[in-house]
């Protein structure tokens, strides 16, 4: 009978840690290197997570970390780009927080397959502090449709809160509304912003070292992204993706832009080594859970 309880006992446990490996399945950080293609040294860490919510949203975290030495090197982050698995059909809300108060003023933009990235082929998905390209990216009319962006992000992300927190069909209904309506008016932004940057010319090329990420600081980005089969995705459905094009260094999984780095060429581009793709790993919350949970069952075990 002793047996009997201690088992019983240990049973809700045996079923949690069931639940933190499940869900360390789903949400693991993958970990990897860049290096400047160039040999100006600039170097930085990626941490990247993916996070499905359900069949239909998900979240991409990106921890960057400028690892370049400094000194005797030097050079700020300014943008970077990946790929978007071709089974997600729509792509809603870009969602920012940072770690560093100098790099408030990066943005994302998706252009399938025609975020161009120097020499290393088109990605789907730009994150950077400069424009978009082209000669009127500063312009008035593109300013306008960037903060009209920011205004219909800000909406989406109230009506998805209000969505979330609905008691009521009534409620549901008028938060699904809003979020169909944001989303209309970030595309028509979005499409805005293009048309002011000129066809085709939207990039990481650019950027604003002044503003962007310094040696030993680091930048969080977190994406919220909308689509199907969102719940069967992970981060190497990302990160298994290359950049198209005729780029002579096509074709890479992730890049890093670095600008104002002294000396010649002054600026970089960081793919991935050639060690990628690296291993999964849990995140460190599921570890921490993980941990306790087995520390619990020890001590359940040992009163036997």
Not at 111 to 133: K, Q, Y
């Amino acid at each position: 009978m002793k047996f009997d309880r201690v088992r019983w006992a240990a049973a809700p446990l045996v079923l949690g840690l069931l639940g933190v490996l499940s869900s360390a399945a789903t949400a693991r950080a993958t970990t990897f290197p860049v290096t400047g293609f160039n040999g100006t040294g600039a170097t930085a860490s990626v941490d990247f997570t993916y996070t499905p919510t359900d069949a239909t949203a998900g979240t991409v975290t990106i921890m960057v970390t400028n690892t370049t030495p400094n000194p005797p090197g030097a050079g700020a982050i300014t943008g970077l780009a990946f790929n978007v698995p071709t089974n997600v059909t729509g792509i809603s809300s870009f969602m920012f927080s940072s770690t560093d108060p100098q790099a408030a003023s990066f943005f994302s933009f998706i252009d399938i397959d025609a975020v161009g990235a120097g020499s290393f082929g088109d990605f789907d998905i730009g994150i950077t502090n400069g424009s978009m390209g082209g000669s009127n990216a500063s312009s008035k009319s593109f300013l306008k449709a960037q903060s009209n962006y920011n205004r219909a992000m800000a909406a989406l992300t109230a009506a998805r809160a209000a969505l979330q927190n609905a008691s009521s069909a009534k409620a549901q209904a008028k938060a699904q509304s809003a979020i169909n309506k944001a989303t209309l008016a970030m595309n028509a932004a979005q499409s805005a912003m293009a048309a002011q940057s000129g066809a085709g010319s939207n990039n990481i090329n650019g950027g604003t070292p002044n503003e962007g990420v310094d040696p030993g600081l680091k930048i969080t980005f977190t994406l919220g992204l909308t689509g199907t089969g969102m719940n069967a995705l992970n981060a190497m459905s990302f990160l298994a993706l290359t950049s198209g094009g005729t780029g002579g260094n096509c074709c890479e999984e992730f890049i890093v832009r670095f600008q104002g780095i002294p000396g010649e060429p002054g600026s970089d581009f960081a793919p991935p080594g050639d060690d990628f793709p690296p291993q999964d790993v849990p995140e460190p919350a599921s570890v921490l859970l993980l941990g306790a949970g087995v520390t619990a069952l020890t001590r359940v075990l040992r009163r036997r």
